[in-house]
């Protein structure tokens, strides 16, 4: 909770809390990044690199959600970047796996609390076609199939929903 205070004040011009924040930061991501890779100077890098993303991807932080959850996601988008240009397959110990599984998961559980908070913004008809279009996968003929609606109609309200959700993500609830 210590660093999202932290987040919250510099969003608001505390520059000094911003310093506090961005130095609090850095130990953690070292240890994030260091878990993960076995060169410590990659490591280093990629901690500059969070904090440089951090430093621009500011304004998109939504003071509503979990302040780590969104660390987590630029720090992970980071060192997946970091693979990617060194066309690197990481091995994990098996021993380790069921650490990075309850990671994924947690972050899995957070990012799916976050669709519902933003479903239940919806109305209830706009909410099951985007659960059952884009969630379970159900296809355009089986919604109308089940709604009662053409397929143009399941398209182009699967199209609103989306379109207002897409308009809600970084509004206050």
Do not use: C
Request: without cysteine; proline residues 3%.
């Amino acid at each position: 909770m210590r660093l999202k205070a932290l987040m919250l004040a510099a969003l608001d011009g505390d520059a000094a809390a911003y310093r506090a924040l961005l130095a609090q930061l850095a130990p953690h991501l070292r240890a994030f990044f260091m878990r993960r890779l076995a060169n410590g100077a990659d490591a280093e890098d990629l901690v500059q690199e969070t904090l440089i993303a951090i430093h621009a991807k500011r304004a998109t932080y939504d003071r509503s959600l979990p302040f780590t959850a969104w660390l987590h996601a630029i720090a992970r988008h980071k060192l997946i970047d970091h693979f990617r240009r060194g066309k690197v397959r990481r091995t994990l110990p098996l021993e380790e796996a069921d650490s990075v599984f309850a990671e994924e998961e947690a972050e899995a559980v957070g990012a799916r609390r976050d669709v519902e908070v933003l479903l239940a913004r919806l109305p209830e008809s706009k909410r099951e076609l985007v659960r059952k279009a884009k969630i379970e996968g159900l296809s355009t003929a089986e919604l109308a199939e089940q709604t009662g609606l053409s397929e143009s109609g399941v398209k182009v309200g699967v199209h609103r929903a989306l379109k207002a959700l897409s308009a809600m993500i970084g509004q206050k609830p």
